[in-house]
């Protein structure tokens, strides 16, 4: 997540992919610039962004953000307007499916069990190998995700109407 070149060379191998910066890295980000007495309120002060029910109230609220904070923290809002591009795609969808799409946490976990198998088996006898290991991997790892996507069947049903003969 915000890797240099990950929108190009997605964008090459994908044309129709919109890339989403993951929300909760976006603050993060921004708030290791700011001191720890005011971190809190910071942090709900960047909850009126990425909360806000459309992409125009949610640039209304970053220049409000922006406004209040720029002379404590002037390098904090920076990376909001710089990477808008990548962060504005989530205005598009309903509350339901931001609540999904905002963090990566799914994907990093993926990525975290893959690199496990990696660290224990660096080379594998051939590529079919390593495609079982990773599916195996792939369905332990799967296996702790319990939890219920809350309203699934809505979510699911918004993304297919968006996104047309793109999804299962």
Known sequence: DGLTGMKEA????FPQTEL??????QVRNTLKYVGEKN????AN??????HAPSEDAALEALDRVTEKWEDDYPNAMKSWYKNWDVISPIFKFSSDVRKIIYTTNAIESLNSGYRRLNKQRSVFPSD?????????ATHEITKKWTMPLRNWGKVLGELEIMYPNRLG
Not at 10 to 13: I, T
Not at 20 to 25: D, K, L, M, P
Not at 39 to 42: D, G, I
Not at 128 to 136: E, I, M, Q, R, W
């Open 39 to 42: 971190k809190k309120e910071f």
């Open 10 to 13: 997605v964008s090459a191998a």
């Open 45 to 50: 002060d960047l909850k009126t962004i990425y």
């Open 128 to 136: 079919t190998a390593l495609l079982k290991a990773l599916y195996l």
């Open 20 to 25: 989403q910066r993951c929300i909760v890295h």
